[in-house]
């Protein structure tokens, strides 16, 4: 590693004792609900016989496996482990010490993988790692029901972290839902507040598990089980565009690594190489959804993903991803995934080499079909997330449109009441307490709700 800053920083002391302290016991349970269906033998993932740098054909995955760390922890109990863990300076130093030497070696019966969320047009990255889980953004808003399903597919009920890049709503919208499910033990975001419905809601959520935004500094590090997880960026909090404070995360399990990138554009690229960190990786996902203000060439030079992921709506309206990037990824040699294409992406490491499950379209020319350029581009509007055109509480009003269409029911968490999307009572209810279910009436009545009385869904 190159240079790691040692500065045991107050966040990352109290991240680092929460983590360390609080989810040392947990197991893992594998294999209790499939991920999803990939046919052994029908759908060969492309990873097999594919690059791969160490020269051995990466296994296929059993998509089964999904870890799916246990234990709900009481807010009391979190609160006293990382009570504890603070008082231990000593632990706390000691592990900044083993991460400056490199991850920890995974354990024989270890597993890490990471769950590329197909989320439309945003992020949501979900890496487990022996028994413990971190999720990397939720989509927007009208994801939340997909995230909390899939959360609760896989029983992960506690997420030792939960990273919100930055606050644009195709990242932080469907935190909230996760954590109606989950609870957190810590949460990332280069801000503690911004001016949207959408980050509200996170923050409420955040509120009522006694939660605070831990704001991260570049230089950092924190385990998630033996892996490692080194924050690079942001490395200006007060850059000008949201995409350029995006958390920058380089996750380490053996020798494989995983760079997750947010929005970040050139000119946090330009800062993160500065900065002189350790950038090399297997697998990168692509900053903001594959357009050209990103992963620019020096970037990629120093990064040389075997992999890379595009987290992408198909026919969005920024025609992510560019044909600028696309071609970029081509030099570099990377293979490519993208979830406009091919839907949820897991990828498993075991140490060595790294494999990848699609959930359809394995063999889809990924670099060959970019986005379809926007009609009438403004130049510079790229890194604006919001279809309504705005991150502004008024951008999104369109939360109950959205609802409407594409949306089954619409629960209310506090009431435990549940509605179809054009009930009268939606509209009147709390932004931070609405919740988009897609899914049917039996699941919502199984999740405790019960049916409204004036829409009777
Ligand atoms: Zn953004
Ligand atoms: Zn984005």
Same mark, same amino acid.
């Given at each position: 590693m190159k240079k790691y800053i040692k500065t045991v920083f107050l966040g990352a002391a109290f991240l680092l004792a929460a983590l360390l302290s609080g989810c040392s016991t947990e197991e893992s349970h594998a294999g209790e609900t499939a991920p999803f269906v990939v046919e052994?033998?029908?759908?060969?993932?492309p990873a097999s016989g594919v690059k791969d740098k160490s020269g051995t054909a990466a296994e296929s995955t059993d998509s089964g496996n999904a870890p799916a760390p246990t234990a709900g922890k009481a807010e009391g109990e979190e609160t006293t482990a990382r009570t504890a863990g603070m008082e231990d300076g000593a632990g706390v130093a000691a592990a900044m010490e083993d991460t400056e030497a490199g991850a920890a070696e995974p354990d024989a019966s270890g597993s890490f993988e990471v769950h590329f969320i197909d989320v439309g047009q945003a992020d949501a990255a979900l890496v487990f790692c022996d028994g413990h889980a971190m999720l990397i953004d939720g989509g927007n808003a009208a994801d939340s029901s997909l995230i /909390?399903? /899939?959360?609760k597919d896989r029983s992960v009920d506690y997420l030792d972290c939960i990273v919100c890049t930055h606050a644009h709503e195709d990242h932080v919208g469907g935190l909230a839902g996760a954590l109606n499910y989950a609870t957190a033990g810590c949460a990332l975001c280069p801000v503690t507040s911004y001016d949207s419905r959408a980050?509200?809601?996170?923050?409420? /959520?955040?509120?009522?598990?006694?939660?605070?935004?831990?704001v991260p500094a570049?230089?950092?590090?924190?385990?998630?089980?033996?892996?490692?997880?080194?924050?690079l960026g942001p490395i200006r909090l007060d850059a000008p565009d949201p995409n350029n404070t995006s958390i920058v995360l380089r996750v380490v399990y053996g020798n494989t690594s995983f760079l997750f990138t947010g929005d970040a554009e050139r000119e946090e690229e330009q800062d993160i190489l500065a900065a002189g960190y350790e950038l090399e990786s297997t697998v990168l996902k692509v900053g903001h959804h594959g357009s050209e203000t990103s992963t620019t060439y020096p970037f990629l030079r120093e990064i040389m993903p075997q992999y890379a992921v595009i987290s992408v709506g198909a026919d969005n309206s920024y025609g992510h991803p560019t044909e600028e990037t696309l071609s970029r990824l081509r030099d570099a040699g990377a293979q490519v995934y993208r979830t406009d294409l091919q839907g949820d992406i897991v990828c498993t490491s075991d140490g060595e080499t790294v494999s990848f499950a699609v959930e359809r379209n394995a063999d889809a020319d990924t670099l060959g079909s970019a986005g379809r350029a926007p009609a009438e581009a403004e130049p510079g509007t790229e890194s604006g997330e919001d279809p309504a055109g705005g991150e502004s509480g008024a951008g999104q009003q369109d939360d109950s449109a959205q609802a409407g269409s594409g949306t089954d029911y619409v629960l209310n968490t506090n009431t435990h009441k549940f509605h179809i999307p054009s009930c009268s009572s939606v509209k009147q209810m709390k932004e931070s307490n609405k919740l988009f279910y897609n899914g049917t009436?039996?699941?919502v009545i199984g999740m405790g709700y019960d049916p409204c009385k004036r829409c009777n869904p």
């Open positions: 052994a033998g029908t759908e060969e993932t /909390y399903t /899939y959360l980050f509200n809601s996170f923050v409420t /959520y955040l509120g009522k598990q006694g939660v605070e935004i831990t570049a230089g950092g590090s924190f385990s998630l089980g033996s892996a490692s997880v080194q924050i009436r039996e699941e």
